[in-house]
């Protein structure tokens, strides 16, 4: 089954704003461009007060050209602005991977006992 399926809404960073659409980073090998047209069921004088450059953001999938790696997208009628403010930051403890190296042998004997 193909990652991208019309219809399908996913998250992407815009790399890029142009006066006809946004160009969109899906991963390593697709990208794929809102049109202006799909950005607001209203007239869209300026596309950067809609979205900035680095920004991650929802978008829908509208077409899929699996050839050239192309996704045509929509943010007509979908809340895309993901929201990370609500998100607690990951604070490091200082430990690193101790615990898991220290548990690892642990959950190896375990293993090794059941057989």
């Given at each position: 089954m193909f990652k991208y399926e019309k219809g399908k809404i996913v998250s992407g960073c815009v790399t890029g704003v142009e006066n006809y659409g946004v160009f969109v980073g899906l991963d390593e090998f697709y990208c794929g461009l809102i049109h202006i047209s799909e950005i607001s069921n209203t007239f869209v004088k300026?596309?950067?007060?809609?979205?900035?450059?680095?920004?991650?953001?929802r978008v829908k999938v509208v077409d899929v050209d699996e050839e050239n790696y192309h996704i045509k997208l929509s943010i007509k009628d979908i809340n895309y602005r993901v929201n990370y403010r609500n998100r607690s930051p990951i604070i490091?403890?200082?430990?690193?991977?101790?615990?898991?190296?220290k548990q690892l042998r642990v959950w190896m004997n375990q293993k090794k006992d059941k057989k």
């Open positions: 300026d596309i950067n007060d809609y979205v900035s450059v680095g920004e991650t953001i490091e403890v200082g430990s690193g991977f101790d615990p898991l190296k």
